[in-house]
């Protein structure tokens, strides 16, 4: 197997599902402590979106008094963020910095 930026590029496929599972669940892990910077409350400057990226590699978001709007997984890779919706939707977006992230349209900063 072959990665590049923590994604595979090519492999071979094997019957057991499971260890492919433990060694994809291994990579993720991996990255997600590499990219722990990311982890916390990111918020517009309004307050009206407000977006927690969990150390487990979930996210909930929340837009102005409905809670837990949105729910998903996310990666990280470098500094692009990919969100994957528990619904399926799927959006991505940039750090700028360990402080600032666009995404969506949106720009949040990380609260302290």
Known sequence: MQLKNNRIVSGVAFLDTYELSELMTSIKKKT???NN???G???TKDGHIRQQLLPDGRY???RGNR???YRGS???SGNHIDYVDDSGFTADG???DEKTLHHGGYIFYKEE
């Open 94 to 96: 940039e750090f700028v």
């Open 41 to 43: 409350m990111w918020v």
């Open 60 to 62: 909930d978001e929340a």
């Open 37 to 39: 910077k990311y982890v």
């Open 74 to 76: 996310y990666t990280v």
């Open 32 to 34: 997600m402590e590499k």
């Open 67 to 69: 809670r837990s709007a």
